[in-house]
């Protein structure tokens, strides 16, 4: 069965600061996502990463990944307030003509001024 | 133009009890899934239809039954409500069943006492 480790699952950082969430996955896919949910929302479309190397980025977000390892980065550059959330990796494995994404269980960060 | 949008917001049932929650999908997209999110947690795979038709099933007991309609609008059922069940229910549509990115609606909060 296909996991999703995501870590740290709790993360307080002070504004300014630089930090780096991991999303390890156990078995073979080209493609994640990572989403943000702020309290008592719907998830938010962050990044679609669909190829060994991929990295995009958008203001002071970051995400990699790379499929060997099974490994995707978000990092985080000079964090402001406004990026406190939760942050959730989700890979897709696709069966016969389904897709499903499996999700990380969410690193909850706090940006302290 | 419109996005996911779901119904109820917000649902109070009780122990025993049956419910029906309500998915409209982007306008042209054929494809919804429903995903269940524990407090928490992140979210976890129900269902997928595409073309009215069942295309992938989560490891979920057989209380949980879902359809697509003509127009590609969707209900998740879920029978002899448990507590366990409260949560919140989102769903996500794309234009076909391997599409490149899911819009997610803002979910239902379901709550059974």
């Known amino acids: 069965e296909l996991k999703v480790e995501q870590n740290p699952l709790f993360l307080s950082m002070q504004e300014g600061k630089n930090y780096t969430i991991y999303c390890n996955y156990s078995t073979t896919s080209d493609r994640l996502y990572w989403y943000r949910q702020d309290p008592g929302k719907s998830l938010e479309s962050l990044f679609v990463?669909?190829?060994?190397?991929a990295v995009k980025q958008e203001g002071r977000l970051m995400a990699s990944l790379d499929t060997k390892a099974r490994l995707s980065t978000l990092h985080i550059t000079a964090a402001v307030h406004d990026l406190s959330a939760t942050y959730f990796c989700a890979v897709d494995i696709r069966q016969g003509g389904s897709e499903k994404l499996v999700f990380g269980k969410g690193t909850k960060l706090t940006v302290n001024p | 133009d419109a996005g996911v949008t779901q119904s109820p917001t917000h649902l109070i049932k009780t122990r025993g009890q049956q419910v029906t929650l309500r998915c409209s999908p982007i306008?042209?997209?054929?494809?919804v899934s429903w995903y269940q999110q524990v407090l928490g947690q992140g979210p976890q795979f129900i269902f997928q239809?595409?073309?009215?038709?069942?295309?992938g099933r989560g490891n979920f007991p057989d209380r949980f039954s879902a359809r697509q309609f003509p127009n590609y609008s969707s209900e998740l059922n879920v029978n002899a409500l448990l507590l366990g069940d409260s949560a919140l229910y989102l769903c996500a549509s794309s234009l076909w069943s391997r599409a490149e990115k899911l819009f997610f609606g803002s979910g239902t909060q379901l709550s059974v006492l």
């Open positions: 239809y595409y073309e009215k038709e069942e295309r």
């Open positions: 990463l669909l190829s060994n190397g």
């Open positions: 306008s042209g997209h054929k494809s």
